[in-house]
């Protein structure tokens, strides 16, 4: 009788014996493929969700920028370019520059390759008594935007205001009850209010705006501007102050710059939360999912060893508990001639066919609980080739050695002190 026969009879006289060693080996690769296919979900998860978090992170932060951009816009313009020899005394006793340089300053600025400021607004500002209402106004003639050549056009801070209209503050035109698209005549020139504003608390609501060229016509100043308005771009953070005035003294030597430093920090600030918003959120996302990885693993590290060793005790004991039932079966199969090499093989063979089974079904078992019990959208890509050969091969090999000493000492026993005991 050859040993695949003697097996076969085996597996199918002691049925229980055999399923409850498959049973072993089934826990402990269901186990380890279990533990391992968690651990490998949340990989996947975690891949997800980083992805997805970057996605997010990055509309939301763009979304922040450009909401913070759109507040900071609010603080207007936060660079005062003036000519050199103003003095800032006067300046700030007069509320406006009393000294004027060319209007073509504008245009140097803007051809030069400067990337610290944009948003270029010249201006014509005078204090002066209106003599058709008899009010002390600030007239400021100004025209669109000039945009930098060597950068992307950006919308307007501010609307140009058309010829032959007026734009007016607040105290203005409630004082004098004047209504948007009433004609208005300033210093002999008929307007029409085109804008009011609401309150501002400035020196705004006294202010009269109309465009540049029609203000250097009444005023006598054509081609001159005694100021022109920026605003510095600080994405990089608030370092970037020092060097504005350094560039812009560069391309116009003949001026100076005055930086309204609350509203150019607050600006600046803005633009650095944004970005660190966004990148806290995705490093915490990140952080968040380690940690929890590294909880599951500590866990499978302290139950799957004692899991594997506990089967394989089992399956020992199992071992043991087979050879001891069937000493009178090896005894006859001894005095009929089979040798114990012969004899070893039968129980090692069996021992592997064990394994065999319970690795292929516990691997199916541990992939479907580790499916089970992992993260939902994680399911796709667990089936893992590799595991499941390993599985096949090792799951034999832990049988086999845990039935190598009670395969040994069926083997080794003799026929005669077999019978004669039995």
């Known amino acids: 009788m050859n040993v695949w026969r003697l097996v076969m009879k085996e597996i199918a006289h002691r049925r229980l014996t055999f399923a409850l060693g498959a049973l072993s080996v089934l826990v402990a690769v269901g186990v380890l493929v279990g533990a391992l296919t968690l651990l490998h979900a949340h990989d996947l998860r975690t891949d997800q969700i980083l992805a997805e978090k970057t996605t997010e992170v990055k509309r939301l932060g763009d979304k922040l920028k450009d909401d913070y951009r759109k507040m900071t816009l609010k603080f207007g313009f936060n660079l005062l370019i003036l000519p ?20 073509d300053y504008v245009k140097r600025l803007a051809n030069s390759e400067i990337m610290t400021v944009r948003h270029l607004l010249p201006i014509l500002q005078q204090k002066l008594k209106w003599p058709e209402r008899e009010r002390t106004i600030i ?18 801070m501010l609307t140009a205001v058309e010829r032959g209209t007026m734009v007016m503050g607040y105290e203005l035109h409630r004082s004098l009850g004047l209504k948007v698209g009433e004609k208005v005549k300033l210093l002999g020139r008929e307007f029409t209010l085109a804008k009011s504003y609401d309150e501002r608390g400035s020196k705004d609501d006294i202010t009269i705006w109309i465009p540049l060229a029609e203000a250097q016509e009444m005023l006598d100043k054509e081609g001159r501007i005694n100021a022109i308005l920026a605003l510095s771009c600080l994405c990089e953070g ?18 100076q710059v005055i930086e309204f430093h609350s509203q150019a920090v607050m600006r600046a600030e803005a633009r650095v939360h944004a970005a660190k918003h966004a990148r ?3 490093e915490a996302a990140a952080k968040s999912r ?33 050879v001891r039932d069937r000493r009178s079966e090896v005894g006859i199969l001894r005095a009929l001639g089979m040798d114990a090499r012969r004899l070893f093989s039968v129980f090692l063979t069996r021992a592997a066919l064990i394994g065999l089974i319970g690795g292929v079904l516990g691997y199916f078992v541990g992939l479907v609980v580790g499916m089970l019990l992992g993260e939902t959208g994680a399911a796709g890509g667990l089936f893992d080739p590799v595991l499941l050969l390993l599985a096949v091969v090792l799951a034999p090999v832990l049988a086999s050695i845990a039935s190598w000493i009670p395969a040994l000492v069926a083997s080794q026993q003799d026929a005669a002190v077999v019978l004669r005991q039995e």
């Open 139 to 156: 007239l400021v003639g100004t025209r669109g935007e000039v945009p930098l050549v060597h950068r992307d056009p950006k919308k307007p």
């Open 84 to 103: 050199k020899e103003q003095n800032l005394g006067d300046l700030y006793a007069d509320d406006y520059a009393s000294k004027l340089m060319p209007e």
């Open 238 to 255: 608030v370092q970037q102050l020092a060097a504005i005035r350094s560039d812009i003294a560069k391309i116009l030597p003949e001026t």
């Open 290 to 322: 380690a940690e929890l990885r590294g909880e599951r693993e500590l866990l499978a590290a302290l139950i799957v060893p004692v899991v594997i060793v506990g089967c394989a005790v089992g399956i020992g004991f199992l071992a043991f508990q087979n």
């Open 280 to 282: 806290t959120t995705a």
